[in-house]
């Protein structure tokens, strides 16, 4: 992987961690969770894609990313790559 990618994985993976600690109460259960990554996520993937991304993009990519992720994948290495893919520079 690139190391944008690489990078935005990290932050997933960072992000993902602090939601189970924020929920740590119900095991990180949180039916709205892609509202929570959105507010997390709101002003450090935009800084890290130098893309625009408001927060009704960012939850709709949650949503749809966690739909499509295959099983017995690294959901981090998958977001970041779908992301990069879509809306990293282009090479």
């Known amino acids: 992987m690139d190391k944008l990618t690489d990078k935005l994985a990290a932050l997933f ?3 993902g961690h602090a939601h189970h600690e924020a929920y740590l109460a119900t ?9 929570w990554y959105a507010d997390y ?4 993937l935009p ?15 949650m949503v749809l ?5 295959p099983p017995d994948t690294d959901w981090t290495q ?11 520079p282009k090479t």
């Open 27 to 35: 095991d990180g259960a949180d039916a709205e969770w892609p509202l």
């Open 78 to 88: 998958y977001y970041a790559a779908y992301i990069v893919d879509t809306y990293g």
């Open 47 to 61: 800084e890290l894609l130098g893309a625009s991304l408001t927060k009704s993009e960012i939850v709709y990519l």
């Open 41 to 44: 996520l709101e002003k450090r």
């Open 65 to 69: 990313l966690s739909k499509q992720t």
């Open 13 to 15: 993976k960072e992000t």
